[in-house]
């Protein structure tokens, strides 16, 4: 697996063997663990670090490892980005100690139901509800911090991109809107539309 590493204007293409990844399972879940108990994020407190968070976390560690030309740690770090983040491409790190300003990049759409892949035929039909619910969940992704606002993001299948909500000053607000954006796919899903 690759993810390239981007580093003020730098380019990294780091290549991740497979055993790498199955060897460093172990220490992966040990830096899930250590971050289940909260997280200092550059001045923020994360309490209850989410994927994504957790990802730039650990990008903030590859960074250091690629700043100290460890190569060892570094394909671990990103590894651990690549097994948390299956459809990434790349990761903008934030080289000015804000790691919630640090960036990802995703390469497809998230596993889709078979289903979907009807849509492109003439007669669109819908998910059952459990499908649309499950494929609702992939399509939305959970709020995250993007400094001092916050944002979700929705999967567009005829774009085959993620499009990042506005930046939303009040986490309860938010959280309210993907709610919103996660009921209007769902129905969509279940109406044979996306």
């Given amino acids: 697996m690759i993810l390239k590493a981007i580093i003020d204007d730098q380019e990294y293409t780091l290549n991740v063997p497979d055993a790498v990844v199955a060897q460093g399972e172990e220490l992966f879940a040990r830096l899930d663990r250590d971050m289940d108990n909260g997280w200092q994020m550059s001045r923020e407190w994360v309490q209850h670090p989410d994927r994504l968070q957790r990802c730039q976390i650990v990008a903030d560690k590859l960074l250091t490892a690629l700043e100290t030309e460890n190569h060892k740690t570094g394909v671990l770090m990103a590894g651990y980005i690549l097994t948390r983040l299956p459809e990434v491409a790349s990761v903008e790190i934030d080289i000015h ?19 979907l892949q009807d849509y492109r035929g003439a007669t669109p039909r819908g998910l059952s509800k459990l499908e649309a619910m499950e494929q609702a969940g992939n399509d939305v992704t ?24 506005p930046l939303i000053g009040d986490k309860d607000k938010a959280e309210r809107l993907r709610q919103d954006a996660l009921r209007e796919r769902f129905e969509a899903l279940q109406r044979g539309h996306h």
């Fill in 142 to 165: 959970k709020v995250f911090k993007v400094g001092k606002g916050y944002r979700f993001a929705v999967f567009d299948h005829g774009a085959r991109e993620w499009k990042d909500s």
């Fill in 97 to 115: 100690g804000e790691m919630q300003n640090t960036t990802f990049t995703f390469r497809d759409a998230p596993q889709r139901p078979v289903a």
